[in-house]
């Protein structure tokens, strides 16, 4: 069967009503939950066999997020199904006027490799929570998690109004020609601004949720131990393959020989005297993907401060930092997708300031430092889809704020309340008695007494 027969009979469901109600929303969501409780030690398996991410990470990074947003959704849907009663002017009384949460129809979910459970079941969870019917595109590079959502999904939910299509590319294509009613899409930036402009030339909605540049800026105040351990756990998780990891960081001069120290003995602390042989320390996806970064790593004039061995065919990038690092070096030509941190000393917030501002919009932005006042100069300066002060990803893990990028690095947002937003269309209905009839008082003939010129 073709990916657009796919999305054609999945449209067709949808068109039955049957993903509307209430109880069938709640039924997938438990059917998700338990998916996941069911199977947490094969998708872990799956996730160790693509990336070499352990059972804890795992855990921590995607499964336990799914499920946190699965609880908080499986709270609030009920209640965002319900129509919302609002005000009515005077000048349309009598009448009545509700926003209705209205699904957007059929979604199509397209996610990437380096979270593949929580970027793919997240969307996912959001898009049935309002009451839409899915085809979920995983991404056809982390083979193993692309198999077991592609079993294990049709036994857990509706496998009429949800469905795993696998592939590449040329299935997102015949997808977008059938015209889904939404694309949600998380990726590459330049494949983004593909799926946008399919998307544009046939009027379809779309969330784009992208990458970019992500920078850390550590003040002279920082509590520099404590920044050192969260950025390298920050960076380093899933082996820098993270959307939100700090790609480099600037530090404030006076404290960069202690943070890029004190950097070095958290990466010893954290994965070993050779990571190489922690169990703790993911690999690359794939060995083109470790040579694209290794390139990327060989074509520096920085110096390798730490780390720095590549085994390519091993998939395996050590964590490494890198120091003297110039504006137009190659680490700083475009998002570096692995572990490679550069640290960077600049005089200040300011220098800081200046420096990110001639970054694409970066997906987060991290800051460090105990003062008000540094936070009160620095962060109206500075755009980013996200902010996290102190620590790195965790403004994400929450199901109490917008996840999302802003200008290259995303548009729109998910998670919690945002994602029944995403995936609801907020529709305005006004519903006016016919007696008295009070819309003749608008309707021609002009009346005498409004004297039009
Ligand atoms: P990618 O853009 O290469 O692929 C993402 C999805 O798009 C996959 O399902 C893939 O099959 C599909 N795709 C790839 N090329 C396509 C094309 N030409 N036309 C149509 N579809 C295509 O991204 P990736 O390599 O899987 O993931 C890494 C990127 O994603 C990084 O840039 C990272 O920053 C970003 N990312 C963003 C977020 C976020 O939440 N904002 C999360 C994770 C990753």
Redesign the pocket.
């Given at each position: 069967m073709t990916a657009a027969t796919t999305l054609n009979q999945v449209k067709h469901v949808y068109s039955t009503g049957r993903t509307r109600s209430v109880a069938w929303r709640l039924s997938q969501l438990a059917g998700l939950q338990q998916l996941l409780e069911d199977h947490t030690d094969y998708i872990e398996a799956a996730l160790y066999q693509d990336l070499g991410k352990n059972g804890f990470e795992a855990w921590v990074s995607e499964i336990g997020q799914v499920m946190a947003e699965i609880k908080w959704l499986r709270k609030h849907t009920a209640s965002w199904a319900k129509p919302q009663r609002v005000r009515t002017p005077l000048a349309l009384w009598p009448a009545k006027s509700m926003i209705e949460h209205e699904p957007r129809g059929t979604v199509l979910v397209?996610?990437?490799?380096?979270?593949p459970v929580m970027?793919g079941l997240s969307p996912l969870a959001g898009a049935v929570a309002a009451g839409n019917a899915v085809v979920l595109?995983?991404?056809?590079?982390g083979t193993a998690v692309e198999s077991v959502l592609a079993e294990l999904i049709p036994q857990y939910m509706d496998p009429h109004a949800i469905r795993v299509v696998t592939?590449?590319?040329d299935v997102?294509?015949e997808m977008i020609e059938a015209k889904p009613d939404y694309v949600f899409?998380?990726?590459?930036?330049?494949?983004?601004s593909?799926?946008a402009t399919a998307c544009a030339e046939r009027l379809i909605e779309y969330t784009l949720?992208?990458?970019?540049q992500s920078p850390a800026y550590v003040h002279d105040d920082a509590d520099i131990d404590t920044a050192a351990a969260r950025l390298v756990w920050g960076k380093f998780l899933n082996a820098g393959?993270?959307?939100?990891a700090p790609n480099h960081i600037y530090v404030h001069e006076d404290i960069a020989d202690r943070l890029t120290g004190a950097i070095v003995d958290e990466i010893q602390s954290q994965y070993g005297a050779d990571p190489a042989i922690s169990r703790d320390y993911p690999r690359m996806i794939t060995v083109e993907h470790a040579t694209t970064v290794a390139d990327q790593l060989n074509a520096s004039a920085g110096t390798i401060t730490h780390g720095g061995t590549v085994n390519t065919a091993q998939h395996y990038i050590a964590p490494t930092v890198v120091t003297d690092v110039a504006d137009d070096d190659a680490l700083m030509s475009s998002?570096i997708?692995g572990p490679i941190l550069p640290i960077i000393p600049v005089t200040g917030a300011q220098d800081a300031v200046d420096r990110i501002s001639r970054l694409e919009d970066p997906?987060a932005f991290y800051l460090f430092t105990e003062s008000r006042s540094v936070k009160d100069y620095v962060l109206p300066r500075v755009v980013a889809g996200g902010v996290g002060i102190n620590v790195p990803l965790m403004q994400l893990a929450t199901p109490h704020m917008p996840?999302?990028?802003v200008g290259t690095?995303?548009h729109g947002s998910y998670h919690g309340v945002w994602s029944l937003r995403t995936f609801s269309q907020e529709r305005a209905v006004l519903d006016k008695a016919t007696t008295p009839d009070t819309l003749r008082l608008v309707m021609h003939p002009a009346p005498a007494w409004a004297n039009w010129a």
């Open positions: 397209i996610s990437p490799w380096n979270y970027l595109k995983p991404s056809e590079i592939g590449g590319p997102v294509h899409f998380t990726g590459s930036s330049k494949v983004g593909i799926i949720e992208l990458g970019g393959q993270t959307c939100v998002e997708f997906l996840f999302g990028g690095s995303g």
